[in-house]
């Protein structure tokens, strides 16, 4: 079975900084996908942004980019020009193709981020 | 495009009572529809995958008994907590996919907060 693990539950940054949220996974699975959710305090889930193992160009969304190792089954996710707006719970998601049609993503504990003004 | 929309948004209902929840694909029609369970100040754990006009396929350790699915259209999927106990007071969350071949791209709802007195 396939699981997500975000070792930070907790990361600071101050406004305009850099923040770097760690992610890795583990799967026997050639052809998956990965993602980045944003979950503010209303709750509702955002994608952040998606990677697609079979593409090796890490994908990047205006100012947030990931990390992409393969490899290592590492997945992390860099917030540039870190804004209040940005402040919220993370996490990072996992899903791949089981054949029978769309399967549910499995989850990371997330990472709350908080910005210092 | 692609909104998805749970009705209510919050509720509050007594012990040994079941209380509905429904997800709805607003502008796309929904192949497969997720529900997850997100605990306070935990990450979201799937529940179960419903295809529209089969039955729904379960997590391992959730009650099919108590948790009804039903995905009845190609828009509308709802969720039924049968004798809710106070221990059923969570965050429901639905997700839902256009097609089988975009496995991975999943929109979700806004959330459902039930409240078991």
């Known amino acids: 079975a396939q699981t997500v693990t975000q070792s930070q539950p907790e990361m600071s940054v101050q406004e305009a900084e850099t923040v770097t949220l760690s992610c890795t996974y583990d799967?026997?699975?050639?052809?998956?996908?990965l993602f980045w959710y944003k979950q503010p305090p209303s709750r509702q889930m955002i994608l952040v942004i998606r990677q697609e193992a079979y593409k090796q160009q890490n994908a990047t969304e205006n100012r947030f980019s990931v990390n992409f190792q393969k490899a290592a089954k590492s997945f992390s996710l860099k917030i540039s020009d870190s804004q209040l707006g940005d402040a919220a719970m993370y996490f990072c998601?996992?899903?791949?193709?089981?054949?029978?049609?769309?399967?549910?993503?499995?989850f990371g504990k997330g990472t709350h981020l908080i910005i210092q003004p | 495009g692609a909104v998805v929309s749970q009705h209510p948004s919050w509720v509050i209902c007594k012990s040994g009572t079941s209380v509905k929840i429904e997800c709805r694909s607003l502008?796309?029609?929904?192949?497969?529809m997720f529900w997850y369970r997100q605990f306070p100040k935990q990450s979201l754990m799937l529940m179960a995958t419903s295809n529209e006009g089969s039955k729904a396929t379960y997590e391992q350790g959730v009650e099919k008994d108590k948790f009804l699915i039903n995905h009845a259209s190609l828009t509308l999927s709802t969720l039924t907590v049968t004798s809710a106990h106070p221990e059923d007071s969570s965050f429901y969350i639905c997700?839902?996919?256009?097609?089988?071949?975009?496995?991975?791209?999943?929109?979700f709802g806004p959330g459902t907060r039930l409240t078991v007195t």
């Open positions: 799967t026997s699975e050639s052809d998956y996908y």
């Open positions: 997700s839902a996919s256009k097609d089988r071949a975009l496995f991975y791209e999943q929109y």
């Open positions: 998601a996992y899903v791949s193709y089981s054949g029978g049609g769309a399967d549910g993503l499995t």
């Open positions: 502008d796309f029609q929904a192949t497969t």
